[in-house]
Nanobody, 121 residues
Framework: QVHLVESGGGLVQPGGSLRLSCAAS????????MGWFRQAPGKEREFVAA????????YYANSVKGRFTISRDNAKNPVYLQMNSLKPEDTAVYYC??????????????WGQGTQVTVSS
């Protein structure tokens, strides 16, 4: 129903910045909440940030609050994750996700394939 594709991952030095994008195709609804999870080797997939499609309300994990910003562009139909002041512990595969309603969890309805973010000097 909904196909999500992430882009923008790569290698960045500690303290640097990176912006991820998530493009959605297929049937999309204004009642979706979209956002990002990440998973590092040996760790569980964790919530990063989310934004409601209709109202634009944003939510962040405490570990990224103040450093990451999630946003959406209704004209271009993407969701962005601006990541600043990156730390080595931010290294992970980042997944875009979408879920019906106003909450986003690991039980999200749709997932992208993931994009690798590596923070290393």
């Amino acid at each position: 129903q909904v196909h999500l594709v992430e882009s923008g991952g790569g290698l960045v030095q500690p303290g640097g910045s990176l912006r991820l994008s998530c493009a959605a195709s297929g049937r999309t609804l204004s009642s979706y909440v979209m956002g990002w999870f990440r998973q590092a080797p040996g760790k569980e997939r964790e919530f990063v940030a989310a934004i409601t499609w209709s109202a634009g309300n944003t939510y962040y994990a405490n570990s990224v609050k103040g450093r990451f910003t999630i946003s959406r562009d209704n004209a271009k139909n993407p969701v962005y994750l601006q990541m600043n002041s990156l730390k080595p512990e931010d290294t992970a595969v980042y997944y875009c996700a979408a879920q019906f309603g106003t909450v986003l969890s690991r039980a999200a309805n749709y997932w992208g394939q993931g994009t690798q973010v590596t923070v290393s000097s």
